[in-house]
């Protein structure tokens, strides 16, 4: 019976992948009516797909790639397959994930009292909420390069998770040459290294009994080194190759500058579903670089509370991180929400009790519905005006912060939910 | 860690720490059935104040400067443009079979002033339904292979270069003429029109070029204009239609046009454009007409409910009003005029407003109560024509461009004289004039004054910051009533299950719990996306059966009906089941059924109310009503109280009123009365939505329906 069950979830699964395939297909078969490439929430410039073919021809003509709009990208463009890899990342990822999490509950004692509830294969959930995103559709039939993107964020956390020390190096640093923002992964990859601790000495806290031996090694710095050399190695490999092909354009130095550049000092002004652009059209040119690091700084300021609040999940923790980078860019698109969107199937166990999960969801379809209406009033019918677009980007940044505060609320909670088991059960064996 | 420990156990029963802006939504959750009747009635009461409401125009922008300068239009120039309908009216009597002989004479005339002359051929466009066309920008239209050169219509086209523009500018003069039966108002505004253009090629001050369009209505007006708009603005780079259409000989006597030599003087073949378009204004002249006075009416809806800048308007009314002494006028619908409940209304307003005016003689409040039963009327049929998303007149296709444009209809009291020809010619070309002399002064586009109202009368406008106020407040339950909705479904679980806050209740059975509490809604969401999804498939089922040649309006209908029920059966069958099942047993489903309706119906009407208010605020009368009463009716069957009993009377009959189809033809029924109702009419109207693509067409297939089917099914659910 069981073994029939799986047999059909599986079979299922493979069902809505191939159907989601032959959606994008069918979609891309259609271009024209929904001229997806143009629209501002899919294609940012770092993104679109026809600044990266300006880009390669500029090339080809032998002038300098960043010589007209400031193009980031310089790789060749397999959404669809992209997505196909990122999904099945995801769930092997996942599977990963629940293994290790029913590892900790077998190690906790817990395991009896999970038994009895139903509990979601997270790896499929994932790759389904991935691959089914209208979000991720509408980024890899738009032409536009963040599945990529993504697909290298994924290669990051898979390596870390299955502890290929070569492989997370790869991905992290192939991620933050493409968008810059995943470099703060190197804080969750790290923590992945790192044996979880706080939940082993709380159960033998609670007994009594603290048997060293039982313990799991303590912070090591042999998988840090490990990774560090990797990350090097593959950074200047990445680096030599760019400066191989530009080396006539005026070499690595130009394409800093117009890269990390670009995107650090948001020079591109047009609109996009972030807030950062219209806050830098508004402001005043020499507050400009002011008003540039605090935005920046925003990013930094939370990586350290999160980092020591959920370092017991390095995980979640990496998809908090995501989740503030997509929100606090400079040239987001819904792309980003459809990676972090994707990784939160991962926690749909854990996640189970969070709170206006309707609301989110509702918020989310209304805002991805306006968004384009609200585009449509300004730019084509002139009716309206950019604080119409504006209003749509700023009520999304508010959807993605209750949706991280939630989550990690939630995720909190369900931690609280763990020790307190722990704490319940000897009272439970001795009545 | 030892002191977290410590604090935790001391927190076994943790307050429920709530932030304030929680408690308020929760205090609102909680009253909801009082909040929506509150917001419902207030809602439907602030649509009836807006006619109260409204405020007096005003010219926004002072480049405008209306009426500052004197006319200068003259008998000489009135004479030219009788010389024009004489001639025109003597060549229709003698040839009458093509319009060519009138295109030359119009060019003729044209090209005396020393204007650049052009013709512009079009095949008339058949209309196609394009779903997506909202969203997207104009495009240049298909290119259809193998035109007949019967149809083709011949667009007149005359430009003056301006003397101190930098012909980056034009503003736009069109007058609708039909050469193979024009009427004497057509002819009339071609003088009209010839009068002011021959004025406008002596002045000096002309910083904007003029482009004189004499649009061949034979296929429609809107027709002709869009063709024209469409070749000015995305030029097609294709040969084949032009190839064609110089192949007819027809077309090539046309060029066979004397040119004096006029300086400046030009004819081309080719098409002629000048620069972006300012403005835009229609003339026309009505033929027959029983008014007592010279009026002007003006049309100004485009699709979808688009409004030009509200200055073009108050520049025509200001300058017709105050210098013209012409009466203007808007659309209103006669049938409310004569209502007595809406006078008594008025009625009671105008007292209220004098109890307000005794306790504070500031208050400027309310208005005489005809006042606000013509400024009722006039506001309706302002809805109504927005809310049909279709344009009233030729001036709908400039908006398409993002070009202000109104058409300005002259309806003479009629009589044959010439000197009152002379006087119409005078006062309608002084009123041209002054409002191409006030565009002219503009250095940017329209921009200053509103896009989004609605007027009560010529002079008074209600602007979207006054009735959105109405829209919110009828809307505002919406979210709260599927909150309370959500959290009833959830608790209503989980109340078995005791606190799981304190930790030594928590059994099996409550981490039971936690695993679908939160999301058990996704099922719900699943139905709901389905009907949306078979609501988007019946919107796109006419485009297959308008394929089908030779289809009475009433067969296609029946087809319609037909391939829709077929369509959700087999939805239903291949999504739904599989996962309905099991889940079916679930307590409350129909809640947490109606919660996501509820939410899916709230983001349908604000999106819609962004792109067509008007639309919007229809539906919602509808809509929010049926959704909110929804409740099924085995529950309330059972209950046998007089509350319940009511319900199921409110249910039946909104479940009957708010089917598209049925809400067409109560509507038609009203209007024209019932006898000549048919069951094709409902096909011809919606077929008349989507060939001007509006987007009520969208809100009643993806919106309106499937809402009804989710209400209906929550009716007939069993519990």
Not at chain 1, 393 to 405: G, N, P
């Amino acid at each position: 019976m069981e073994k029939l069950k799986k047999k059909f979830g599986s079979f299922s699964f493979w069902n809505w992948v191939i159907a989601s395939i032959i959606f994008r297909l069918i979609l891309i078969y259609f271009p024209k009516n929904l001229n997806l490439p143009s629209r501002p929430e899919v294609s940012t410039p770092l993104t679109s797909f026809r600044r990266l073919a300006e880009g390669y021809w500029l090339k080809q003509s032998s002038m300098s790639p960043y010589a007209g709009q400031p193009n980031h990208l310089l790789y060749s463009l397999v959404s669809v397959i992209g997505d196909v890899v990122s999904a099945m990342l995801i769930r092997a990822t996942g599977q990963n994930l629940q293994l290790a999490y029913f590892r900790t509950l077998d190690s906790l004692d817990l395991v009896k009292q999970i038994e009895g509830s139903e509990v979601h294969s997270s790896g499929d959930v994932a790759a389904l909420i991935y691959l089914c995103n209208p979000f991720t559709i509408v980024a890899c039939v738009g032409l536009s390069t963040s599945p990529i993107e993504n697909m290298a964020v994924i290669l990051c956390l898979y390596g870390a998770c299955s502890r290929l020390i070569p492989l997370a190096a790869f991905g992290w640093v192939i991620a933050t040459h493409l968008s810059l923002y995943p470099a703060i992964l190197i804080i969750p990859v790290h923590h992945f290294f790192q044996p979880p601790r706080k939940l082993f000495l709380q159960r033998h806290q609670q007994k009594g009994v603290l048997n060293q031996s039982k313990l799991p090694p303590g912070f090591s710095w042999r998988p840090i080194i490990h990774f560090a050399f990797w990350a090097l190695v593959w950074s200047v490999y990445v680096l030599v190759l760019c400066g191989i092909s530009l080396k006539q354009f005026g070499g690595l130095w130009e394409m800093f500058k117009s890269t990390y550049g670009f995107i650090l000092t948001v020079e591109d002004l047009s609109p996009n579903i972030g807030v950062l652009w219209y806050f830098f059209a508004e402001v005043f040119e020499f507050f400009r670089n002011f008003f540039l690091i605090v935005f920046h700084v925003n990013i930094l300021f939370i990586i350290l509370p999160l980092a020591i609040r959920l370092h017991h999940r390095p995980c979640y923790l990496a998809f908090v991180y995501v989740a503030v980078c997509s929100m606090l860019k400079s040239y987001p698109s819904v792309g980003d929400s459809a990676l972090y969107s994707g990784l939160l199937g991962w926690f749909v166990n854990e996640l189970s009790d969070m709170q206006f999960s309707l609301f989110l969801f509702c918020g989310y379809v209304g805002v991805s519905l306006l968004s384009p209406v609200m585009h449509n009033l300004w730019i084509w019918r002139g009716t309206g005006n950019a604080n119409f677009y504006f209003a749509t980007a700023t009520v999304y940044a508010c959807l993605q912060i209750v949706l991280v505060v939630e989550g990690v609320s939630a995720m909190l909670n369900h931690d609280r939910k763990l020790r307190s088991l722990i704490a319940g059960k000897p009272q439970d064996a001795k009545s | 860690m030892a002191e977290t420990k410590v604090k935790s156990h001391n927190d076994d029963k943790p307050k429920p720490r709530v932030r304030p802006i929680v408690r308020l939504g929760i205090f609102l959750v909680s009253h909801s059935f009082l909040v929506s009747v509150v917001c419902c009635t207030s809602g439907v009461l602030a649509l009836f104040l807006l006619p109260v409401l409204a405020k007096n125009t005003y010219i926004s922008e002072n480049a405008l400067m209306p009426g500052s300068a004197s006319p200068m239009l003259s008998n000489q120039h009135v004479l030219d443009g009788n010389r024009l309908v004489k001639d025109l009216t003597n060549s229709n009597l003698k040839s009458s079979e093509t319009g060519i002989g009138s295109h030359k004479i119009i060019a003729q005339y044209m090209l005396d002033l020393g204007a650049e002359v052009s013709f512009h051929k079009f095949h008339p466009q058949m209309n196609q339904f394009h779903p997506l066309h909202f969203f997207s920008s104009p495009d240049s239209g298909k290119i259809q292979e193998n035109y007949s050169c019967s149809s083709y219509g011949i667009n007149t086209v005359g430009i003056i270069r301006a003397p101190r523009g930098d012909g980056k500018e034009a503003i736009v003069l069109v007058t609708p003429y039909n050469a193979l039966k024009s009427g004497f108002g057509e002819a009339l505004s071609l003088g009209i029109a010839y009068s002011v253009f021959s004025l406008l090629t002596q002045v000096t001050w002309l910083a904007k070029d003029i482009i004189w369009l004499v649009a061949d209505s034979q296929f429609g007006e809107y027709a002709a204009v869009a063709a024209w708009l469409r070749e000015y603005q995305t030029p097609k780079f294709s040969s084949s239609s032009t190839l064609n259409a110089e192949m007819c000989p027809d077309i090539n006597n046309l060029f066979e046009i004397k040119v004096h030599s006029v300086a400046g003087s030009k004819f081309s073949n080719s098409f002629r454009r000048a620069g972006t378009m300012a403005a835009a204004l229609v003339l026309k002249v009505r033929d027959q007409s029983e008014q007592f006075e010279d009026t002007i009416s003006i049309y100004a809806e485009a699709s979808n409910g688009q409004m030009p800048n509200l200055d073009l308007i108050n520049v025509v009314n200001y300058l017709a009003v105050h210098r013209q002494g012409l009466r203007v006028n808007v659309e209103k619908l006669r049938s409310l005029l004569n209502s007595s409940w809406l006078k008594s209304l008025g009625e009671f307003f105008e007292s209220l407003a004098k109890v307000a005016k005794r306790l504070n003689p500031k208050c400027k409040f309310g208005i005489p109560a005809t006042e606000y039963v013509e400024g009722t009327a006039t506001l309706a049929s302002s809805l109504y024509y927005q809310a049909l998303g279709v344009p009233t007149g030729p001036h709908g296709a400039f908006r398409d461009y993002q070009v202000d444009a109104i058409t300005l209809e002259i309806s003479p009291k009629f009589s044959l004289d010439k000197v009152w020809r002379n006087d119409i010619l005078l006062r309608g070309g002084r009123l041209i004039e002054g409002v191409i002399r006030s565009v002219n002064n503009l250095l940017e586009k329209f921009h200053q004054s509103f896009f989004l109202y609605l007027l009560t009368s010529p002079s008074k406008f209600v602007s979207v910051g006054v009735y959105m106020i109405a829209f919110a407040l009828l809307i505002a339950p919406l979210p709260m009533v599927a909150a309370s909705l959500y959290v009833d479904a959830n608790s209503s679980s989980n109340c078995s299950k005791g606190d799981s806050s304190t930790p030594p209740a928590i059994t099996d059975a409550d981490e039971h719990g936690i695993t679908i509490r939160s999301w058990r809604w996704l099922n719900s969401a699943k139905l709901v996306f389905i009907v949306h999804l078979w609501g988007a498939i019946v919107s796109l089922l006419p485009y297959f059966i308008c394929q089908i040649p030779d289809c009475s309006p009433t067969t296609s209908f029946v087809i319609w009906v037909l391939l829709s029920i077929l369509s959700l059966l087999i939805l239903n069958t291949v999504l739904a089941s599989p996962l309905a099942c099991v889940k079916a047993s679930q307590v409350k489903e129909w809640a947490l059924v109606k919660s996501v309706t509820i939410s899916s119906v709230f983001i349908g009407l604000g999106l819609m109310s962004v792109i067509n208010f008007a639309t919007a605020e229809f539906g919602a009368l509808l809509l929010v009503p049926m959704c909110l009463l929804a409740q099924p009716l085995k529950l309330d069957v059972r209950a046998g109280t007089l509350r319940s009993f009511c319900r199921i009377i409110c249910n039946l009959v909104l479940g009957h009123i708010a089917f598209p189809p049925a809400a067409f033809f109560l509507l038609k029924g009203m209007l024209d009365g019932f006898g000549s109702a048919n069951v094709g009419d409902f096909w011809m109207w919606v077929e008349s939505l989507w060939a001007w693509n509006s987007a009520t067409y969208l809100f009643i297939g993806m919106v309106q329906l499937p809402c009804w089917v989710l209400c209906v099914s929550i009716l007939f659910h069993s519990c």
